[in-house]
């Protein structure tokens, strides 16, 4: 069955670093587009970056660009997203989901979802 589990979240301090997991099962990574989201509490979940299946093309939402990388492993069915120079306002609990078609950062394109991931930023 598609399965898709989020892991790697943490307490982290700001400036620090952290590597999130997306783990997929049941289908074929290459063939779907993977999307990160987070949601802070008060505030609408929001998309962080993407990676298509199709070309590894990626996306990235202008509060994350340069500090973020998204990349792919097919070899082991994951999505990692790295997250570099954390500060407060990435306080959020992290999502990874999937769609079919292109690379997008809107929420309602993503049918499947997985649990989430907290990743808490405070000193």
């Known amino acids: 069955q598609l399965q898709l589990v989020e892991s790697g979240g943490g307490l982290v301090q700001p400036g620090g670093s952290l590597r999130l997991s997306c783990a997929a099962s049941?289908?074929?990574?290459?063939?779907?587009?993977i999307g990160w989201f987070r949601q802070a509490p008060g505030k609408e979940r929001e998309g962080v970056s993407c990676?298509?299946?199709?070309?590894?093309?990626?996306n990235y939402a202008d509060s994350v660009k340069g500090r973020f990388t998204v990349s792919r492993d097919n070899a082991k069915n994951t999505v990692y997203l790295q997250m570099n120079s954390l500060n407060f306002e990435d306080t959020a609990i992290y999502y990874c989901?999937?769609?079919?078609?292109?690379?997008?950062?809107?929420?309602?394109?993503?049918?499947?979802w997985g649990q989430g991931t907290q990743v808490p930023v405070s000193s």
């Open positions: 989901a999937r769609r079919f078609l292109a690379c997008t950062l809107r929420a309602n394109d993503f049918s499947s």
């Open positions: 990676i298509s299946g199709s070309d590894g093309s990626t």
């Open positions: 049941g289908f074929n990574l290459n063939r779907y587009t």
